[in-house]
């Protein structure tokens, strides 16, 4: 039995021993004081361990766990949630290479209570590279951003994930009340399970509440881009998300905004397989971005070329190249919003 913490922060590294105190100094230097911090090593090789076990022994809000082998991010996220005091008011979520501003605890616990309904409070953060100089603002990456305040913007969340997971406090109570289950992170989305979240909690109806200060950073460093391998995966588990996790709760009002992001995604999805090559499973996916859009997918130019180009009796490395040069034309002509994708 311990002291219930006004918030309960997780977080789970893996060899991330040179990131790692930047991250806990962070916390630890919060000027809202009522936390604690559960930190879950997943069988780290580095110096992971001393580093938290020394931080354990000298701020007792800090507990540190040593995961009996590696279990991911998305499951360790998960174990720390479970190890977290289940009565604190909010949670939230750091990566073990990211850090926070001091008030950041404290602004966004004070938007909490002035805005109770928010399920979820976010700030604006700093994208930096790996050495923590600060490359631009994570809202600048997105075209419809939310009003500064408390906001249902779902049809925008729709686009792409305006919510940084670690510039998020999530208040426990609507967690409960909108989606009653005790993990955090969906484990068979190892790569967007943060994203599901947050369409979740909004569109079942939760509030958010946006402060438009950057009250965080994260590093983008080489492990940890969305290019090739990995924004196939991403894209396979968001086509999951908006044809089966949103269909059956989705509002009438939004689900045609929902077949316009299933769309999109099988169409981003068709164009990263023509990249790599892979034809014939560029064709269906491609097939299935037309019957999703309706009367409406007519148009659009992209998806129809892209079938085309899938469907031509060429090598695979020479069909990718067609499409490269499709993709170049089309944003000389000023068409590339269609085609375009926001990373982040």
């Known amino acids: 039995g311990y002291m219930k913490p006004v918030v309960s922060v997780l977080m789970t590294t893996y060899n991330h021993a040179r990131y790692l105190p930047t991250a806990v100094q962070s916390v630890l230097a919060q000027t809202m004081p009522d936390f604690e911090l559960v930190l879950g090593d997943n069988c780290s090789t580095d110096a992971t361990r001393e580093l938290g076990e020394a931080f ?193 709760i989705c509002p009438p009002a939004l689900e045609g905004v929902r077949l316009e992001a299933l769309r999109t995604r099988l169409a981003w999805l068709g164009f990263a397989l023509l990249e790599k090559g892979e034809g014939d499973e560029a064709r269906a996916v491609l097939a299935e971005a037309q019957r999703a859009g309706g009367a409406d997918s007519r148009s659009r130019l992209d998806i129809p070329v892209a079938k085309s180009i899938a469907a031509l009796p060429i090598h695979a490395s020479t069909r990718a190249a067609v499409w490269r040069l499709a993709l170049a034309a089309s944003r000389g002509l000023g068409r590339g919003r269609v085609f375009s994708e926001a990373t982040t």
């Not at 943060?194 to 079942?204: A, I, K």
């Not at 999951?240 to 059956?248: K, Q």
């Open 56 to 248: 354990a022994a000298r701020d007792r809000r800090v507990r540190y766990y040593r995961n009996a082998k590696n279990v991911g991010a998305v499951v360790g996220f998960n174990l720390c949630h479970e190890r977290s005091h289940p009565e604190s008011e909010y949670f939230a979520i750091l990566s073990s290479d990211d850090w926070w501003e001091p008030t950041f605890l404290e602004e966004a616990v004070r938007a909490g209570r002035e805005y109770p309904s928010a399920a979820v409070i976010h700030t604006d953060a700093h994208r930096t590279d790996e050495n923590g100089t600060r490359l631009n603002l994570y809202s600048s990456l997105w075209q419809h951003m939310p009003a500064p305040g408390g906001h249902r913007a779902v049809g925008e969340l729709y686009e792409g994930s305006y919510v940084l997971t670690n510039a998020a406090v999530v208040n426990r109570r609507h967690f409960q009340r909108l989606l009653g289950r005790s993990y955090v992170f969906e484990s068979t989305l190892p790569y967007t399970g943060d994203y599901d979240l947050w369409l979740q909690l909004l569109t079942r109806g939760g509030d958010a509440y946006y402060v438009d200060s950057p009250l965080a950073s994260y590093r983008r460093h080489p492990g940890a881009m969305t290019t090739g391998k990995t924004r196939v995966i991403r894209l396979r588990e968001e086509v999951v998300i908006f044809r089966d996790r949103l269909a059956g």
